[in-house]
């Protein structure tokens, strides 16, 4: 009898720790001020679950989000957070305020959105480099030959593209969103070809993957080279067909707030563009 209820002791503490498992969630990531709150080394930051890593977890429906641990052939490393995006299911915008830039925080206040992260490279004026549009009102004037830019049509179709294969049209383009950056990291799910300073830094892009979803990826440490980015995201398994690099730096934000899980990527500068999902 004493075997027997141990046996099913053993039984009942397996299932239970197998059901823990199950529950693990995306871990809570938080980086102020451009210093990261998780130390980085050689091996998984050890107050992250490595249960947690490298698992898409469902934040709302359509929207899912997950974090990996990226190393570089440098040896530099970062916990790199992905959240990937069924189009079908969330609306994309593209907020513009240069009189009154704001924390990432600030802006999730005032857009009540699920997910907010930066956008395009804007001088000290706040006003954009290329072409922004916002709820169709259009600022500054298209890169010509280089970069790329996320749009939103006026049916609501969402694009990725490299302007040097696609340039702007702005006679025959009604266009409700949109921000433009540089480089193109990655281009038809081949590695993108461009010169760019070697520094390590703060990355943000946005990519579309070859099904069609919309991914923004952040990685808040001061940890790759655009060319080693570029390298990163062509290796890994997200698929992706099509990478534009954002502005990065200390303009790198993400905040994600859904499904009773959250990440913090605070930009150490304030913003006046950015990329709204709801």
Known sequence: MLANSMWRLCLLLCLLASSLLACQVLPNVTFNGGTPAVSLTPNAPSDMSTQSLNVWHPLAKGVEARSEYWKSPGDTADTVTIVRL????????????????????????QTHALAVMNGGYFDKANRPTGLLVSDGDVVGSSYDGFGGMLSV????????????????????????????????????GKRGQFKANAASDRRSVVAVDKQGRLLLIASPGQAFSLDELA???????????TALNLDGGASTGLYVNAGGKKVNI?????????????
């Not at 490299?162 to 969103?177: F, K, V």
């Open 231 to 241: 390298d990163l995201l062509l290796a890994s398994d997200l698929s992706i067909q």
């Open 86 to 109: 069924d189009l079908r299911y969330v609306h994309i915008s593209v907020d513009y305020n240069p009189k009154a830039p704001k924390s990432m925080s600030d802006w999730m206040l």
């Open 266 to 278: 605070d930009a150490v500068t304030l913003l006046p563009i950015v990329i709204v999902i709801k």
């Open 153 to 188: 049509d006026a049916q609501g179709h969402v694009s990725l593209r490299a302007l040097g294969q696609q340039p702007y049209d702005s006679d025959n383009e009604r266009l409700e969103q949109a921000t433009q950056s540089s480089p193109m990291l990655i281009l038809n």
